[in-house]
């Protein structure tokens, strides 16, 4: 398998409030909110959600850091990041109307080919098969990891992380 490609290294998020970038402490964030962590949504997948089942599975480029137990946000990526190896332009997130999850699984390093198509079941409902989630893959991982080939991301593989829907917030806690 790939070398773990890092993707972020500050420990910041930029929220947008009232019009307003707000640049906070992610681990104060964090423990305000009583969160253990953040999986960041495109703004434009939210849509695809499969909210009825109430289970979700999302896919990442190889690595995920996600654990079995933990409490996750959901906001939307109104901006996209960027991340170079000498360079990190964080995203602007919106946590208005946003999902909360618990993590029930998360594998890591999974080649395409391992897939399965019951893997695909919760999945966003644009992402149904190996060839839908390659496409998504590229999507997402071309823009804030621009040093990387669209070969490069593709050989990384994925993880996928099985969430449970536990509820929607309007308004989460800033400061």
């Given amino acids: 398998m790939e070398k773990l490609i890092i993707r972020e ?6 929220i947008l409030e ?3 970038i707000l640049k906070l402490n992610e681990k104060k964030f ?13 703004k434009k997948d939210y849509k695809f959600i499969p909210t009825k089942s109430h289970h979700l599975t999302h896919f990442n480029l190889q690595y995920c850091g996600h654990k079995k137990g ?14 170079t190896s000498k360079e ?4 602007i997130l919106s946590f208005k109307n946003c999902l909360v999850v618990e993590c029930i699984s998360a594998k890591n ?4 080919e391992e897939l399965t198509k019951g893997d695909f079941k919760y999945s966003f409902r ?33 993880s996928l992380t099985e969430l449970k829907i536990i509820f929607s917030i309007k308004n989460i806690k800033l400061l």
């Fill in 30 to 42: 964090l423990k305000k909110n009583k969160i253990d962590g953040i999986i960041k949504i495109e």
């Fill in 109 to 112: 390093h999974i080649p395409y």
């Fill in 126 to 158: 644009n992402i149904k098969n190996v060839k839908d989630l390659k496409s998504e893959i590229l999507k997402r991982y071309s823009v804030s990891l621009p040093n990387l080939s669209k070969d490069k991301l593709l050989s990384l593989g994925v």
């Fill in 70 to 83: 933990n409490i996750y946000a959901l906001p939307k990526i109104l901006r996209k990041g960027c991340f």
């Fill in 9 to 14: 290294f500050k420990h910041e998020i930029d």
């Fill in 88 to 91: 990190e332009i964080l995203p």
């Fill in 18 to 20: 009232n019009n307003k």
